[in-house]
């Protein structure tokens, strides 16, 4: 069974500092992983997402994450943090299942942003 | 503009109540998903639809029912049966084809309240 871990509940970080967001995965296959973010009330929007190929992916917003699959890892990093990046951020595990997919979600890392 | 419309955004019931969230979506996906949100608890798949007329229960679908009639509909009807109804709802499509199916699109979510 596919699971992931965001070891980190909730990260602080003043404004214009790095960050990195951490997500463990266990998949018994090549992973298809992404990151959502979501802010308070609202939906997930996709930020970056792993299906192959190159290991560091860009995505929106100056958001990357890189794949390491020694570590079972695909952290989140961003080298400046705006205060519009106060959200929650979820990192997933994707699998076909037919014309679906499954995904297993973390249980998110709330992102707190000091001025 | 494409994408997913839930309604309504806030819904207030009262125990022993069933009550039927929409979820509407314009980009000729295939696929359908529920999924309940709690604090803490990330994302839990409630239940799926990978084509019109036919669904699959997900790891949380005790108390909930769906119907698929239409290609762009999917309710969501919570029952009295569902005993921690109040939590945050989200709905999401993915298309079938290749690995597209794998990424999901999330609509702006139904806070469920019960009373």
């Known amino acids: 069974a596919q699971s992931v871990t965001q070891p980190d509940i909730h990260i602080t970080v003043s404004e214009g500092a790095s960050l990195e967001l951490r997500c463990n995965y266990s998949?018994?296959?090549?992973?298809?992983l992404f990151w959502y973010v979501q802010s308070p009330g609202q939906g997930l929007q996709l930020l970056l997402k792993?299906?192959?190929?190159?290991?560091l992916v860009q995505g929106i917003k100056g958001f990357e994450a890189e794949f390491k699959r020694s570590q079972s890892s695909f952290n989140l990093r961003k080298p400046s943090v705006h205060w519009s990046d106060a959200a929650e951020y979820f990192c997933?595990?994707?699998?076909?299942?037919?014309?679906?997919?499954?995904?297993?979600f973390g249980t998110g890392t709330r992102l707190q942003v000091t001025l | 503009d494409g994408g997913i419309t839930q309604s309504p955004k806030y819904l207030f019931r009262k125990e022993g109540q069933n009550v039927t969230l929409s979820c509407e979506q314009n980009?000729?996906?295939?696929?359908m998903y529920w999924y309940r949100q709690d604090p803490g608890q990330g994302l839990r798949l409630i239940y799926y639809?990978?084509?019109?007329?036919?669904?699959q229960k997900g790891d949380i679908a005790e108390g909930y029912s769906v119907s698929r009639e239409k290609k762009e509909s999917f309710p969501l009807t919570v029952t009295s049966a569902q005993k921690n109804p109040t939590a945050f709802y989200l709905c999401?499509?993915?298309?079938?084809?290749?690995?597209?199916?794998?990424?999901?699109?999330f609509g702006p979510g139904t806070r469920l309240t019960v009373l």
């Open positions: 999401a499509s993915s298309d079938s084809k290749g690995l597209a199916q794998v990424e999901q699109f």
């Open positions: 998949y018994g296959a090549t992973p298809y």
């Open positions: 792993y299906f192959s190929g190159d290991t």
């Open positions: 997933a595990v994707g699998a076909n299942t037919g014309t679906a997919s499954k995904l297993t």
């Open positions: 980009l000729n996906h295939d696929a």
């Open positions: 639809s990978q084509i019109v007329n036919d669904f």
